[in-house]
């Protein structure tokens, strides 16, 4: 006979105490753990969300990144090339270069070691009036691309200009009745219209475009040209400095270089912006989930201290019903000789086997429940997965803690039963 | 082995001083088998409560084997009581939930003993019950309960004997089994104190004593 065949046997014989009691932990623990457990499913998922995010945010930058990388390589910088003796107040005012310088230069350009220019149209542009009409036009000779002989051959940005035909704007069809197929006499030399483009809404609409040899043959400017045109120029010094500093060394420094369009300094601009739009997005999305964690950390905060006081005196309500229960059995055993705190330990022993017992079942079903729960929230998608959830740790509080917790309980139950005085006891019995 | 001297014990409530034991003194010594009669509320209970080392009287002396339980600790005193005296009461007071062996084993609680189990066998052959050891109280009759409290009063082999009113809830019959129990007990050696009203019981004895108010009276 010992100690624990005692308890045991009690515990056999008021199963419903025995098992009101546990059932109180049993609640309060799979509380607890269920709460705790799903706080933490909810941090696994943020922060995999978070990473998963952050990933494809990287991911998203990287690509555009390398998007605008091989954009800005395709387009480069678009450049005008013009003499150096060129006036530019004038350039801008009358909206073409007055003076002019050897056709060769294009050549030059293509055939230099600049690899970074890959359209080279060189032009005659001239703004006058169509003698024949007594129109305002503008004037563009063009050969169309000169061939870079080393290179791989770009597909032309503008195809050459047959000669003896012209290519009209919108407008010269407009007021002037030409269209395709129609003849035109312009300084003198008659001209088939081979193509009309559709309206611009710029200058091309009062543009008129022949060969550029037939140009210059027209405005005896034999050999001459006005302007290089220099699209998606990409050297080793991808700036507008570094583009103006080689194309000019090219040519002897007898040109002046314009950059047209700042389109890499515009796209690397929109580049950081998405960029700063996708860190946005991830810190929203971040902002949103600790939110989420802050009000479930709320309630647990009020939740999880509620179940356990309703544990602890639930289970030393018990812990006094069942000692006033057997009042008599203690005063005869105390009477025959067990000390007090042997009564202490009959009653404290029972309240940790309760305590036991409801965390262990308690953490099984709190456990069980939140992942369930989670798995449900997910629904199908990321679950966390039941190795990610579970806590040694959270395990381990679960049946230290509970037993503790009824131990404390019912210290105060056990304490009476264990002070109460035998004899007492025996007389009124 | 008992000895009792000028025993005084009052009772105090609310506005009510009872005096249940006036200066009793009484001795029974090994081998006697003493009983007190007299009517309810006489101070027999108190009497045998105060001489088993379980009521600290106001005033007089216990001695038991020559010792004086109340000048030990309460724990000390538990563990004296362990192993010198046995107690059989009316009611019986067996644990509920534990079958006749464990109850009859339940004061090795505390005094352990590696041969408990030994003697608890001896004893409950002994008072006839070897086929109930598996059974609990509550499937025992009344004079069976009372052999099982009186087979736990002896596992420890004490020296003296303490019964309140043993035969109170028996038929005479089993009056008679326990009553010849405790004179065996006594005839072994052991001193016996019985208390009771009941006359049979004190035919047992080899002394009977009177007591009334709290007094010795004869």
């Given amino acids: ?429 | 082995m008992l000895r009792v001297e000028n025993l005084t014990k009052h009772y105090r409530g609310a506005g009510k001083n009872v005096r249940a034991l006036d200066a009793v003194s009484l001795a029974v010594g090994p081998g006697e088998f003493v009983a007190v009669q007299g009517p309810s509320g006489c101070g027999k209970t108190t009497l045998l409560l105060a001489a088993g080392g379980l009521l600290r009287p106001d005033a007089g002396r216990v001695a038991i084997a020559g010792e004086d339980p109340y000048a030990f600790s309460p724990e000390a005193r538990a563990r004296f009581r362990a192993s010198r005296v046995g107690f059989v009461f009316q009611q019986f007071h067996l644990v509920p939930y534990l079958t006749v062996l464990d109850n009859i084993l339940a004061p090795s609680l505390a005094s352990p003993s590696a041969n408990a189990p030994a003697r608890a066998r001896e004893l409950m052959a002994h008072v006839g019950l070897a086929d109930r050891a598996a059974h609990v109280p509550a499937e025992l009759s009344t004079g069976e309960r009372q052999r099982v409290a009186l087979a736990r009063a002896l596992l420890n082999c004490p020296g003296l004997l303490l019964a309140d009113e043993p035969t109170g809830n028996l038929d005479p019959a089993s009056a008679k089994v326990v009553l010849g129990h405790l004179a065996e007990f006594a005839a072994a050696g052991g001193a016996v104190l019985l208390v009771t009203h009941d006359p049979l019981a004190a035919e047992y004895a080899g002394r009977a004593v009177k007591m009334a108010c709290g007094r010795l009276v004869d």
């Fill in chain 1, 1 to 429: 006979m010992n100690i624990w065949r005692l308890v045991a046997k009690e515990i056999a014989y008021r199963k419903l105490n025995f098992g009101l009691a546990v059932l109180a932990v049993l609640v309060a623990v799979a509380c607890l753990v269920g709460e705790l457990t799903l706080l933490r499913a909810h941090e696994i998922r943020a922060e995999r969300l978070s990473s998963a995010q952050d990933a494809r945010t990287r991911h998203m930058v990287d690509r555009l990144t390398d998007d605008y990388r091989v954009i800005t390589k395709q387009l480069g910088y678009n450049v005008l090339v013009l003499p150096a003796r060129q006036d530019l107040g004038r350039f801008y005012a009358q909206g073409y270069a007055t003076e002019t310088m050897p056709e060769e230069y294009a050549r030059r350009l293509a055939e230099s070691r600049l690899v970074t220019v890959q359209h080279l149209l060189p032009s005659l542009q001239e703004k006058l009036e169509w003698p024949e009409h007594k129109f305002p036009i503008v004037l563009m000779g063009t050969r169309g691309e000169v061939p870079q002989g080393r290179r791989d051959p770009k597909e032309a940005l503008q195809p050459p200009v047959a000669k003896g035909t012209m290519i009209v704007g919108a407008v010269l069809k407009e007021r002037l009745g030409l269209d395709v197929g129609s003849r035109a006499t312009l300084l003198g030399r008659t001209f088939t219209v081979a193509k009309v483009h559709p309206p611009r809404g710029t200058e091309d609409d009062v543009t008129v475009w022949i060969d550029l040899a037939e140009a210059q043959a027209l405005r005896g400017q034999a050999g001459r040209i006005n302007a290089i045109l220099a699209l998606s120029c990409i050297c080793g010094e991808a700036t507008p400095e570094g583009i103006r500093r080689e194309v000019t060394r090219a040519l002897d420094n007898d040109v002046q270089v314009l950059e047209l369009a700042p389109q890499a300094a515009t796209r690397r601009a929109a580049r950081i912006r998405a960029d700063e739009h996708a860190k946005e997005a991830v810190a929203s999305q971040e902002a949103g989930h600790e939110e989420l964690r802050l009000v479930r950390e709320a309630l647990a905060s009020w939740i999880i201290p509620l179940v356990v006081v309703g544990c602890v005196v639930w289970v030393g309500v018990l812990a006094l019903g069942n000692a006033r229960e057997r009042r008599g059995e203690v005063g005869i055993l105390r009477a025959i000789g067990l000390r007090s705190r042997q009564i202490l330990a009959v009653f404290l022993t029972k309240a940790v086997l309760v305590g036991l017992a409801g965390g262990a079942v308690g953490y099984a079903i709190g456990f069980g429940v939140a992942a369930a729960w989670d798995g449900r929230e997910a629904a199908g998608g990321d679950v966390v997965g039941l190795a990610a959830l579970f806590s040694a740790g959270l395990l381990a509080g679960a049946v230290i803690l509970a037993p503790l917790l009824t131990a404390v309980a019912s210290l105060v139950p056990a304490v009476l039963a264990a002070r109460q005085d035998p004899a007492v006891v025996l007389r009124e019995e």
